[in-house]
């Protein structure tokens, strides 16, 4: 076991050296010295994201910021697409469009980094309370990277033919920032891309190194509020009435069985309770109980299956209960799942590993995480999802071997390992536009 353990501790060092050697010089040479040149500017627009981080759907100054950077650059810039969505748009002869899409907005969450640039950043959620915020998800990493890729793409025309389409979405962590944008006109009023191209931060490899999977890559996401009718009354006498509380429980762990014993483990399913309220105080059986869940797969018969077992099973333990009425389930479907057409991966993935090494690209699994970059796929446009590692390889391999998980996206604690991280995203996001858009290409 500990020489299992130091194997995996040495292979994640070893690869992690590989990585940083190639960040930057996976570029070409005169693109190199660009980004040598510009880098203490994106790391100041990483920093000010980071500590100005606004959520889904206020991100008026996050838009500001990356709008003005591409108009600045040359880019046709057409901001409020879908709300607070960013399109700029960079023609430059004949040859396919290509969108490259950042997220721009954070969470409601109070970050615990203890980095000197954290966010104290507050704002008012859609409920109206006033909450901490932060880029819990590495948003401001990507943005950071799309504005430095665009620059190079600008200042090096000459190296490609075609258009070049940047999105800057909103909203992406409640998965409806994209699904907004298109409702907008986002490939109706704009040019509708050949190919489309996004990256995330990734909390499970070395910082830099590149990860890939073709076909569905992460998931579906519906969420399901369910609400139990009960029948009220003295904690003392519950046999006097049809307690929602126990009903929950019994339902929680009902639902379980739906992927233990109903599904079939090679097909991927998650069913969360993520909320359960009701009551008031300790001697009262309240009249309802909400449940609230979040339900991820991969293909829609399991989608459909699963979500109509769930109505049976929670409906089955209120009659079971004797409950005076029937449950109320809410179904509020979320994107479909992520899927990376598998020739524009194969493609992909041997420009970067030609950019930053084959040794610092691989394979990773699905992920049962959902992304609403799925609905420009869903539109029609061949599309791929790549994930770029961001944690220290040291602090990696030590969790690792350990058996612990390091702080990932949506921590407080998340903290990417910036300059590795941001570099590799440049490169990957440089070498696949410049592979797609290929002077004389078709």
Known sequence: MKQSARLIRQLLLAGAFAASS?????????????LDKMFPSVEALYQDLHRTPELAFQEHQTAKKLAERAKALGFDVTTGVGGTGVVAILKNG???????RTEMDGLPVQEKTGLPF??????????????????????????????????LMADNRKAWSGTLMLVGQPAEEPLTGALAMLKDGLFT??????????????????????????????????????????????????????????????????LQTLVSRENNPADP?????????????????????????????????????????IAREVKGE????????????????????VFNDPELTARAVAAI???????????????????????YGQAGVKAILLHVGAVEPGKLAAARQAGKYPP????????????????SFIAAETAVLLDLMKPGAK
Request: hydrophobic letters at 35%.
């Open 118 to 151: 954290a966010s104290a950043h507050t704002q008012k959620n859609a409920a109206g309370e006033t909450v901490s915020t932060m880029h819990a998800c590495g948003h401001d990493v990507h943005m950071s990277a799309w504005y430095a890729t665009a620059k």
């Open 22 to 34: 190639a960040h930057a010089a996976g570029l070409p040479p005169e693109m190199r010295a660009q």
């Open 318 to 337: 209120a009659i079971a209960a004797g409950a005076p009425k029937e449950p109320t389930i809410d179904v509020k479907p979320g994107p479909f799942p």
């Open 408 to 423: 990932g996206t949506h921590s407080p604690q998340w903290a990417p390992d910036f300059k590795p991280t941001v570099t």
């Open 189 to 254: 009023r704009f040019p509708k891309p050949d190919y489309a191209l996004s990256m995330h931060d990734e909390g499970t490899l070395p910082a830099g190194h590149v990860g890939y999977r073709a076909g569905p890559f992460r998931a579906s996401a519906d969420t399901v509020t369910i609400t139990i009718h009960g029948q009220g009354g003295h904690g003392a006498t519950p046999h006097e009435t049809r307690d929602p509380v126990v009903m929950s429980a019994r339902i929680v762990m009902a």
């Open 94 to 100: 004949p040859g396919p469009t290509v969108m490259l």
């Open 269 to 309: 399913v998650v069913i969360t309770v993520g909320s359960i309220n009701g009551g008031t105080q300790a001697n009262v059986v309240p009249d309802q109980v909400k449940l609230m869940l979040t339900v991820r797969t991969f293909r829609p018969e399991v989608r459909q299956r699963v979500l109509a077992s």
């Open 353 to 375: 590993k030609g950019s930053i090494g084959e040794q610092n690209v691989s394979e990773m699994p699905a992920k049962m995480t959902s992304e609403d970059f799925a609905h």
